[in-house]
T-cell receptor, first 111, second 115 residues
């Protein structure tokens, strides 16, 4: 059974720091991995989607890497801003249609 | 364009009541998913539709949970005889095609509180 773990569970940093959020999964047979952002009371916003054949994806200040063989992904946030404060979730897609999520990293960036 | 919408956004039910949660997917999207997100946890899969066919209901926690999508667009998640452990945010997602590599687009969720 696929299990997804995210470390750290919570993170509080001053504005301007570069951050690394970690995601690990137990079964390397995945089709893709996706990073989402969730704001309080809101749904999930997709940030980056990495297909199993890819090593990384970049969007603005965000960079996500995938090492499928070791079951790891990292989300790198450059020059963090207070507006980045949210919960970040990673999810993997195996050979079924459902996404399997981690428990998230709650990020707070203070001015 | 319009995204996935869900209603109601908040629902308070007394234990034992039945509730119905609605999801309007993005127009034309073939696939529709329901997830349950307990407080402080990541979403967990409940069920999946391709058009009107319910192809996977392995995540439904009990026979009190029932989902339908009769015309292949709007979906309703029904919970009978609600229990306190049903309190959670229920998220709906849609996907344009059937390919599992495509992304799912999520709605804002319905927060259900069972007293």
């Amino acid at each position: 059974k696929q299990e997804v773990t995210q470390i750290p569970a919570a993170l509080s940093v001053p504005e301007g720091e570069n951050l690394v959020l970690n995601c690990s999964f137990t079964d390397s047979a995945i089709y893709n991995l996706q990073w989402f952002r969730q704001d309080p009371g809101k749904g999930l916003t997709s940030l980056l989607l990495i297909q199993s054949s890819q090593r990384e994806q970049t969007s603005g200040r965000l960079n996500a890497s995938l090492d499928k063989s070791s079951g790891r992904s990292t989300l790198y946030i450059a020059a963090s801003q207070p507006g980045d404060s949210a919960t970040y979730l990673c999810a993997v897609k195996g050979d079924t249609d459902k996404l399997i999520f981690g428990t998230g990293t709650r990020l707070q960036v203070f001015p | 364009g319009a995204g996935v919408s869900q209603s109601p956004r908040y629902k308070v039910a007394k234990r034992g009541q039945d509730v119905a949660l609605r999801c309007d997917p993005i127009s034309g999207h073939v696939s529709l998913f329901w997830y349950q997100q307990a407080l402080g946890q990541g979403p967990e899969f409940l069920t999946y539709f391709q058009n009107e066919a319910q192809l996977d209901k392995s995540g439904l926690p009990s026979d009190r949970f029932f989902a339908e999508r009769p015309e292949g667009s709007v979906s309703t998640l029904k919970i009978q005889r609600t229990q306190q452990e049903d309190s959670a945010v229920y998220l709906c997602a849609s996907r344009q095609r059937v390919y599992i590599t495509d992304t799912q687009y999520f709605g804002p969720g319905t927060r259900l509180t069972v007293l």
